[in-house]
């Protein structure tokens, strides 16, 4: 079955660091770019980072940028995101999503999302 | 930075309508790069439509996307109960990154 699975969210102190997994199955993992995309209650979707198939290419929100990592493991077929100096305003659901087209950086929808990890940041 | 505006907030209609749900870029977006989601309550966000105008796999053709420059619409033909759902676009390839609208919440009337 082709799906992500991520992991790693909870209630976190300001200031405090936690880091997100996502688990990949049922798709050539190493082939496509991927992202994460956080979703604050009752609110709509920010995009959080991005990191391309083949690792050469990365990108940040502004509101993120020195903050927060994005990594991944071809091998694992996981992707992960570091989060550090987190503050309320981080608390969120957060998506690990898929780009559409292979081999590809910045031209491809999102076609897969996994179910997201809720993050809270609270003290 | 690319802000993406939608309209209207809030759609109020009832089984069987048509819904028009409107996208305004604060600049030009290229079509290839304008996308539109669905989300239930719930659930995760579901790409709907990618390059403007063509359905992604699986999505029924009640649901159209059409539009250019800075002017894009997503139009729900026949609407089915299970269509009532907030609808987000979204945009890419540009100096902005990605962002998405606001989002519309199409109700049941």
């Known amino acids: 079955e082709v799906q992500l699975v991520e992991s790693g969210g909870g209630l976190v102190q300001p200031g405090r660091s936690l880091r997100l997994s996502c688990a990949a199955s049922?798709?050539?993992?190493?082939?496509?770019?991927m992202h994460w995309v956080r979703q604050r209650p009752g609110a709509g979707l920010e995009w959080v980072s991005g990191l391309s198939w083949d690792t050469d290419d990365v990108a940040y929100a502004d509101f993120v940028k020195g903050r927060f990592t994005i990594s991944r493991d071809n091998a694992k077929k996981s992707l992960y995101l570091q989060m550090n100096s987190l503050g309320p305003e981080d608390t969120a659901l957060y998506y690990c999503?898929?780009?559409?087209?292979?081999?590809?950086?910045?031209?491809?929808?999102?076609?897969?999302w996994g179910q997201g990890t809720m993050v809270t940041v609270s003290s | 930075e690319i802000v993406l505006t939608q309209s209207p907030g809030t759609l109020s209609l009832s089984p069987g309508e048509t819904a028009t749900l409107s996208c305004r870029a604060t600049?030009?977006?290229?079509?290839?790069?304008l996308a539109w989601f669905q989300q239930k309550p719930g659930q995760a966000p579901r790409l709907l439509i990618y390059g403007a105008s063509n359905r992604a796999p699986g999505i029924p053709d009640r649901f159209s996307g059409s539009g250019s420059g800075t002017d894009f619409t997503l139009t729900i033909s026949r609407l089915e109960p299970e269509d009532f759902a907030v609808y987000y676009c979204q945009q890419f390839g540009g100096s902005s990154m990605y962002t998405f609208g606001q989002g519309t919440k199409l109700d049941i009337k």
């Open positions: 999503v898929k780009d559409q087209d292979s081999n590809s950086w910045y031209v491809s929808p999102f076609d897969l």
């Open positions: 600049q030009t977006i290229s079509s290839s790069y």
């Open positions: 049922g798709f050539t993992f190493d082939e496509y770019s």
